[in-house]
């Protein structure tokens, strides 16, 4: 088979050449607005009687997509067209949902009635609460969130025709009640009673305070917390065609009810290789400072394929130089961290471990960077979370780019049912034998 060749002519669109057992095929040539090419390979199967095998889809493009650009070598990141770096300094996670959703920064007026609506959405049906108490005691947050938002569905039904004012109170009561899911199982799991959002907080303070409020004792808001969250909801917004999203965008594509497709991407979400990865960071650093080390000795390990320990939160499938996500991180730690009554011995030692690494050639030749999971945990510790709410606080920060995957997907022109083809390596055919006769 030889390589596919750019065949273009004057004002003739462009092609691909693809030779296939002496045939020539052409196939047409698709750009992004970005300079990204693909090769469509649509009507492949159908012309020649090929596919093609694309293990994990790494060169795969499975949809076209307005929402998120990715330049994993350059370290670019942006959403609807603006620089992770400015939303992160300028911009509020519900500024952030809303520019996902519908494309555009909003008005003073728009984001005004789009945070009141949110508020307005963020109770649970008061059945729901029997839920939380049928599950076993030290069931993990993520389970119980999975579970209970694709229950939505039969407490908030979706309707025959969904009009845009029915898709809007759905895409609402997802973003404000995923978080209110959260805060309940919480509490639940603790043994304290729940506390219900209130309408004079916003976003990131009115789940804070169902988390951690309590009849007891005097809560009160730290600014600098409440940024630090407001951050890392902003950063993990969306991410192009990740597994939960291409999940998402997957479940969708069956006419599946939107809660249920979303739970399916919280059930993506989970895994260790995806959500779970911030985790294991932390544990990583506990187990180097109860080593008493500063990460020296665990990088050389690191590094022998004969040992167990990997550098987590270093490399990423997408990033071939630094995650920008990473870098923000990296600064909200050193100002929160800073706070009187703060600080914590493990970002040092993740300061430490980043300067090894840097300077390894083994982790540069390979590409090896910090990732956004290196100091994400750090924030959500700094803030009190408990480390099996880590991937929960993901999912609440990506079910608005979900969301607005969904959205475009069910609003687009080409929208069919995904089904990936395959390529058979089992026995060919074979006739039944009477077990009495099998060997």
Not at 21 to 26: A, P, S, V
Not at 173 to 190: D, E, F, G, H
Not at 374 to 383: D, M, T
Not at 399 to 428: C, K, N
Request: proline share 5%; charged share 25%; with cysteine.
């Amino acid at each position: 088979m030889a390589l596919p060749k750019i065949a273009s002519g004057q004002g003739m669109p462009e092609t691909a050449k693809l030779i296939l057992e002496g045939k020539e095929y052409e196939l047409p040539i698709v750009r992004g607005t970005e300079g990204e090419r693909a090769v469509d390979i649509s009507g492949l199967r159908k012309a020649s009687g090929y596919v093609t095998l694309d293990k994990g889809y790494e060169n795969t493009g499975s949809c076209r997509s307005a929402i998120t650009f990715i330049d994993g070598e350059k370290g670019i990141l942006r959403y609807r067209g603006y620089p992770i770096e400015e939303l992160a300094a300028h911009s509020t996670f519900t500024e952030v949902a809303y520019l996902l959703l519908y494309g555009e920064l909003p008005t003073t007026t728009q984001l005004e009635e789009f945070s009141t609506f949110l508020n307005e959405s963020s109770l649970i049906h008061e059945d729901m609460l029997h839920f939380f108490v049928g599950f076993p005691r030290g069931s993990h947050p993520m389970g119980i969130l999975a579970t209970t938002v694709a229950s939505l569905s039969t407490f908030y039904p979706i309707p025959d025709v969904m009009d845009e004012m029915a898709e809007r109170q759905i895409l609402a009561n997802l973003i404000s009640q995923v978080r209110t899911i959260a805060a309940i199982s919480y509490k639940k799991s603790i043994g304290e009673p729940i506390v219900y959002p209130s309408y004079q907080l916003r976003y990131v303070p009115n789940f804070l305070s169902m988390m951690f409020s309590s009849p007891v004792k005097e809560t009160k808001l730290d600014d600098d917390i409440v940024r630090a969250i407001d951050l890392f909801l902003i950063l993990h917004a969306d991410h192009e065609q990740n597994c939960s999203t291409s999940t998402v965008r997957m479940t969708g594509s069956s006419l599946a009810n939107v809660y249920a497709v979303i739970s399916a991407g919280i059930s993506a979400l989970w895994g260790p290789r995806h959500g779970g990865a911030n985790q294991e960071v932390i544990t990583m650093l506990e187990r180097i400072r109860d080593a008493h080390g500063d990460g020296t000795e665990y990088v050389k390990r690191a590094k022998d394929r004969n040992t167990p320990d990997r550098l987590m939160g270093f490399g990423h499938r997408v990033y071939k130089s630094t995650d920008p996500r990473a870098n923000i991180l990296k600064a909200a730690c050193h100002t929160l961290l800073k706070k009187p009554g703060m600080n914590d011995p493990l970002f040092d030692i993740a300061l430490r471990l980043e300067e090894i690494a840097l300077k390894d050639e083994y982790f540069l030749s390979r590409n090896l960077y910090p990732n956004v999971d290196f100091y994400s945990g750090l924030i959500l510790r700094a803030a009190g979370m408990p480390y099996d709410m880590f991937t929960v606080l993901f999912a609440i920060g990506r079910t608005p780019g979900w969301l607005a995957h969904w959205r475009e997907m069910y609003h687009g022109e080409d929208f069919r049912i995904m089904r990936p083809r395959q390529i058979y390596v089992g026995s060919t055919r074979r006739h039944y034998v009477e077990r009495s006769a099998r060997q």
